[in-house]
Structures are given as structure tokens and as C-alpha cells.
């Protein structure tokens, strides 16, 4: 069983930053990409980045350059550093990883970041 912590939501004015964190942990942890997306309300969920395991990222056009995805595979950790945050960043924020030969998706719970004066 995989399970995902996540934390580092919060309120945070526009132009400030925000770090969140996801950690897997499970038996025989065999993790391959590990990515944030993020969903607004009444919007779909969308790619906000991934990295592999080889520290490949992609990340999507509207974040570029503000955040940056990161990992410690020691540690079976994803960081997202978010800089520069507007207030159409806000949303709920969700940890994703693919796991196993299968490339089994798991998700977290989902972190509030919500960007206001």
C-alpha cells in the first residue's frame, strides 16, 4: 500500500512563494515519476510538473520559470517551489507518482494554495 503525505499549502500574497512537499512511502517502493497538478474550481485538473526518476522535468507553460519540481529519491520526496505566485495559481494542489512495472498512478489528499492580497 502507497501512501502520499503532502504539505506546504497555505495563503500566501500575490508575488510571495510557497514549498510543497509529498512524500511516498510503502513496502518495496519502486517509484517512477513523481509530478504536481493542480485544480482550480470549476476547472479540470491540469499538469503543473513531473520529474523521473532520472530528474527529467516538463512543466507546464503557465509556471514556467516561477516554480520549480524537485526530488530526493533518498527520501522518496517531490518539492514544488512556487515563486511569484499570482492569484490564478490558486487551487487545489495534487501529488501524483507512478509506481511499479504497472506504472500504478497514486494521488494525495490534495493541499490548498490560495494566492490573495
Known amino acids: 500500500q502507497v501512501q502520499l503525505v503532502e504539505s506546504g499549502g497555505g495563503l500566501v500574497q500575490p508575488g510571495g512563494s510557497l514549498r510543497l512537499s509529498c512524500a511516498a512511502s510503502?513496502?518495496?517502493?519502486?517509484?517512477?515519476?513523481m509530478g504536481w497538478y493542480r485544480q482550480a474550481p470549476g476547472k479540470q485538473r491540469e499538469l503543473v510538473a513531473r520529474?523521473?526518476?532520472?530528474?527529467?522535468?516538463n512543466t507546464a507553460d503557465s509556471v514556467k520559470g516561477r516554480f520549480t519540481i524537485s526530488r530526493d529519491n533518498a527520501k522518496n520526496t517531490v518539492y514544488l517551489q512556487m515563486n511569484s505566485l499570482k492569484p490564478e495559481d490558486t487551487a487545489v494542489y495534487y501529488c501524483?507518482?507512478?509506481?511499479?512495472?504497472?506504472?500504478?498512478?497514486?494521488w494525495g489528499q490534495g493541499t490548498q494554495v490560495t494566492v490573495s492580497p
Open positions: 520529474i523521473t526518476n532520472t530528474g527529467s522535468t
Open positions: 510503502g513496502n518495496g517502493l519502486s517509484i517512477n515519476t
Open positions: 501524483n507518482v507512478a509506481v511499479g512495472v504497472s506504472w500504478r498512478n497514486i
